[in-house]
Structures are given as structure tokens and as C-alpha cells.
């Protein structure tokens, strides 16, 4: 794995493949095209919490989770503020959609060509993941619906797990190629594959 990525210009990706030392493949990497935006509440959150839970059936995550209703998923990145994701559709109907139950108590930014969603999955996607993140990994403590807001290997992100052996990974477009190049090196152990 090191020779591989010391033969690589930064600027090249890693191809798709299968990688590491073992035989078998304890995580996968993919990319996943969710549209993106930003959610902020305006001075009256409780009302943008009250039009989100009528127009979508759940409430706004308050704090770091993720929740999931009417084809949105909603991370809560600070006080006040989310990321949406929703997959099979575009960034404009995203913000429209989030404009019409956010009303006037919110603002919405599209982020769809800023970001790129990474998911990491399978057996040894948490001892992976414990080498690259600032947080705490134990089951107990981060587990599904679980959120947060980090660094993974000194790159900003937040991630949120989606199921079991199963994690979702906003980056900023402009670091894929580090992200990917972090997974590769604290997963090579374990046998790695890029789909």
C-alpha cells in the first residue's frame, strides 16, 4: 500500500481496486451523489423545528444526529444549523423543497458542488475509521444516528453513521483525493477496496 501511494502524484487519483495486505476486503470506499444544502435557523428555531416536523414527520435532529424522514437526511452540525442530503434528486429541487418547509424561519444554501459524500462500510470500517478520527468510536457512544463534526486524518468533516459498519463522510471537494489516500493507508491492514 505505501509503495502504491508513494508512486502516485498528489494530484492522481488511487484507481479503483482491491488493496492491502489482506486477502480479504474489511471496507469499501464509494462515492455517493446525494444533492446537499445548508440549513440555518433564523431567529425563531422553534418555528423552523415545528415546520420541519410537520411537513416531514420528525423532528430536526438537536445536536449531533442524524435523522432520516421523507427521503432527507438531516445532520446537526451546531446550534441552529444542519446539513440536508437527500438522495435521487438534484441540488435545485433540494433547496426548493427545503425553501417550502423552512418557510421564513430558515435559510438554505445548495452545497451539492462544494462537498462530496464518501461511504465507508464493512467489518473493519470502525477500526479504520478509529486511526483517522478526533472522536470516540466505541459502539456505545457513536453508533447509528450518530453525527459529528471532526477532523478524519486532519481533514474537515462531518460524518454520520447510517447502520451498522456503515458511515457517511461530507468532505470539501477540493481534499476527495487526501480523504481517499487517508481510508487507503489505516485500511490497508485490513484489505481495502475503492468502488
Do not use: C, H
Amino acid at each position: 500500500m505505501s509503495d502504491l501511494l508513494a508512486n502516485l502524484a498528489p494530484d492522481e487519483p488511487l484507481p479503483p481496486g482491491r488493496y492491502g495486505t489482506s486477502d480479504n476486503v474489511g471496507i469499501t470506499l464509494k462515492t455517493v451523489t446525494p444533492a446537499l444544502a445548508t440549513l440555518i435557523a433564523g431567529r425563531d428555531a422553534a418555528s423552523l423545528t415545528a415546520a420541519f416536523e410537520t411537513g416531514l414527520g420528525a423532528p430536526l435532529p438537536q445536536g449531533p444526529q442524524a435523522v432520516s424522514a421523507g427521503g432527507l437526511t438531516l445532520v446537526g452540525t451546531g446550534p441552529g444549523r444542519w446539513i440536508v442530503a437527500a438522495d435521487d434528486t438534484t441540488g435545485d429541487i433540494l433547496l426548493e423543497r427545503l425553501q417550502a418547509l423552512a418557510g421564513p424561519f430558515g435559510s438554505v444554501t445548495d452545497q451539492t458542488d462544494a462537498s462530496i459524500v464518501y461511504e465507508v462500510s464493512g467489518p473493519k470500517a470502525r477500526e479504520t475509521l478509529m486511526k483517522m478520527l478526533l472522536i470516540d468510536m466505541d459502539p456505545a457512544v457513536f453508533r447509528p444516528g450518530s453525527a459529528a463534526t471532526t477532523q478524519a486524518a486532519l481533514i474537515g468533516t462531518t460524518l454520520w453513521q447510517t447502520k451498522a459498519a456503515t458511515y457517511r463522510f461530507l468532505i470539501a471537494r477540493s481534499y476527495a483525493l487526501a480523504f481517499v489516500r487517508a481510508v487507503a493507508a489505516s485500511a490497508a491492514e485490513f484489505g481495502f477496496e475503492l468502488t
